[in-house]
């Protein structure tokens, strides 16, 4: 072989060797930072994606209301603020509304009212019945056919006393109201048997408190279909 054929084969070998180096040494450079960059770059996001998640969860627990059909919020009190609400009772109505007692027959102040109006809760101001349904039934207690609004009571099971009664409470604070009765006038059939010591009686065209008025609602419409829907 000529000695400058040799010369230029031997600066070939080497150029290739020192570009095949160079070309390991910076992968193995790369490789590192370009690992350690994804994952500070992945970390971060993945953190503020459960972090927002969590937060939106906290917030609709928050702020998850419960309304009924005429517009009233139902949403259940928490005990604090029952037992706050409680607190400022009458004894009468404390018992009757916490520890679910009967005031004596004939004795309640609401028995005999024939005014017009609304009965709402003693406690909470959930209306409750109102005095188009109020009838009586001859028992010495506030009776009526039908609620006010049939998601503002609730029922359960009393098998209290040896009897099989259904008791009525306040569905926005569970206030203890009476029982509930299958001996009522048509069209229902029902007797709602009431405590007035449970009660409130707002007549009509007094001024209504903010706790037994409906939620402040508007109208939205929305179209849909054609361009003309």
Request: hydrophobic share 35%.
């Amino acid at each position: 072989m000529k000695p400058r054929a040799f010369l230029s084969l031997t600066i070939s070998f080497v150029l290739t060797l020192m570009l095949g180096a160079c070309s390991f040494a910076g992968d193995d450079a790369a490789a590192p930072h370009g690992a350690a960059a994804k994952t500070a770059s992945s970390q971060p996001s993945q953190e503020s994606s459960e972090n927002s998640q969590e937060s939106m969860k906290n917030t609709t627990a928050t702020t998850k209301h419960v309304y009924s059909k005429s517009g009233y919020d139902i949403t259940p009190y928490s005990k604090d603020k029952v037992q706050a609400l409680a607190a400022t009772l009458s004894k009468e109505a404390y018992d009757v509304t916490q520890r679910a007692g009967t005031e004596a027959a004939f004795c309640g102040n609401l028995l005999d009212n024939h005014k017009d109006g609304m009965y709402v809760c003693v406690v909470c101001g959930l209306p409750l019945f109102s005095s188009e349904n109020k009838f009586n039934s001859g028992t010495g207690w506030p009776s009526f056919y039908k609620e006010f609004d049939p998601a503002h009571v609730v029922r359960h099971d009393d098998n209290s006393f040896g009897m099989v009664r259904t008791e009525i409470r306040c569905a926005r604070c569970g206030a203890h109201l009476g029982h509930v009765f299958d001996d009522g006038p048509k069209p229902t059939g029902e007797r709602h048997c009431l405590n007035s010591a449970a009660l409130k009686f707002i007549e009509k065209g007094e001024t209504v408190p903010a706790e037994s008025q409906p939620v402040n609602t508007e109208t939205a419409y929305f179209a849909g279909g054609c361009f003309w829907g």
